[in-house]
């Protein structure tokens, strides 16, 4: 969770996508259908500009 925040918040350039699970809270790296950590398949996208 750290890394995605410090993404948004030093980046330079376009917006953020940030892949989370509503299930645990963990953010992945790419739009996974399943969480790798719960295996829910509740993936929410936010996208941050």
Known sequence: M???VKS???R???PTTIEECR???R???SPDTECP???CTDVVT???E
């Open 27 to 29: 953010t992945t790296e």
């Open 23 to 25: 299930r645990c809270g």
């Open 8 to 10: 948004v918040l030093l």
């Open 46 to 48: 936010y996208r941050i």
């Open 37 to 39: 950590t719960c295996g």
């Open 2 to 4: 750290r890394a995605a």
């Open 12 to 14: 330079s350039d376009g």
